[in-house]
């Protein structure tokens, strides 16, 4: 069976499909980044965060039981995990910096790009996750 063509005037023979809004994604910087893994925190404020050594059903079932340390342990300097509290899904990238600027007294256009490269090597590692910013209503 074929498929059918739906026309949108309602003649037949006047094949034509709806027309298809494109809208461009968001800037990064306007991003809401959202933590994926646990993490746990240390003295002084400082993060450790649990990356998962296996990732698959099999191996979590067949492998993690096995291991002593399940979890590989990334620890966060004072910056990083300043970042890392901030990306619970409220704040964007370009929001996080701000804080960052404040926080620890630096330039917002030095504190957005060094936010940008941390939550993007962040995102690499599966991390991070993101969500679109929230349109006002």
Known sequence: MGAVAVSLRGGRGHARTAPHTVTAPPPFEDLVPIRRHRSEDRDGG???????????????RWFVPLLAKPDMRVHLDPL???????????ASVRRIAGLVA???????????RQVV????KLAREESLTFH??????
């Open 102 to 112: 404040e926080r620890f007294g630096r330039d917002t256009d030095d504190a957005l």
């Open 46 to 60: 400082l993060v450790t965060v649990l990356v998962p050594k296996f990732t698959s059903r099999f191996a979590r």
């Open 117 to 120: 490269r941390f939550v993007r």
């Open 80 to 90: 990083g995990s300043f970042v890392w509290h901030q990306c619970d899904g409220a």
């Open 132 to 137: 679109a910013p929230r349109t006002p209503a």
